[in-house]
């Protein structure tokens, strides 16, 4: 199965920094990276997703750059706001067919933003 | 559209009973998966249904169960409840294996 490992485990910025996390992976199959966000009391709410074809992806603030030969893939926040606090947690997918709606989490990554 | 539906968010058991959570997927979702969070071991797969049938299987003992109906609403059930089994249950719907996967509000299990 897919082996994962995302850091840091803790950030801590302040407002308006960048902050970046970075998930590795085991599986060179995977072909979807996705980044989910969870406020608390909350579900996982994906942020952004990359597919195996492209390097990079951004979305306003939000962008994730994949490196399929080294296998990791980073999630990048820019100008981060106090809204930005929560638990982040990658989730790289392997082919479809090779393991159906199976996840596998990294450990996770609490993002604090003081203002 | 709706959101992933989970009924109930909080529940208290007790130990040696059993517990049976909802999940109503987003409408046309016929894949739904269940997750368990806590905060020692994150969040681990338990299984996974696809019309109707189990399609993934994660590392949990037997006492863990679940069904999924034509409608593609699932349940899940744990028996013989441990103290260990108070956790973070999340349920994720989605199209195929490998679209988005939306994620419910969870059921908040506490065993006492």
């Known amino acids: 199965g897919e082996n994962v490992e995302q850091h840091p485990s803790t950030l801590s910025v302040q407002e308006g920094d960048s902050a970046v996390i970075k998930c590795t992976y085991s599986?060179?199959?995977?072909?979807?990276f996705p980044w989910y966000k969870q406020e608390l009391g909350k579900g996982p709410q994906l942020i952004i997703d990359i597919r195996s074809n492209v390097g990079e992806k951004k979305d306003q603030r939000i962008a994730v750059t994949l490196n399929k030969t080294a296998k990791h893939f980073s999630l990048h926040i820019t100008e981060t706001q106090p809204e930005d606090s929560a638990v982040y947690f990658c989730a790289p997918h392997p082919p479809e067919g090779t393991s159906g709606s199976r996840l596998t989490f990294g450990e996770g990554t609490q993002l604090t933003v003081n203002p | 559209k709706a959101g992933v539906t989970q009924t109930p968010r909080y529940l208290i058991k007790t130990r040696g009973q059993q517990v049976t959570l909802s999940c109503s997927p987003i409408s046309g979702h016929r894949s739904v998966s269940w997750y368990q969070q806590t905060p020692g071991q994150g969040l681990q797969f338990l299984f996974e249904?696809?019309?109707?049938?189990?399609?993934n299987k994660g590392n949990f003992p037997g006492r863990f169960s679940g069904r999924q109906f034509s409608n593609s609403r699932s349940e899940m059930n744990v028996s013989t409840l441990e103290l260990g089994d108070s956790a973070l249950y999340l349920c994720a719907s989605s199209w195929t294996e490998d679209t988005e996967a939306f994620f419910g509000q969870g059921t908040r299990l506490t065993v006492v």
């Open positions: 599986d060179s199959a995977s072909n979807y």
């Open positions: 249904y696809f019309s109707e049938t189990q399609r």
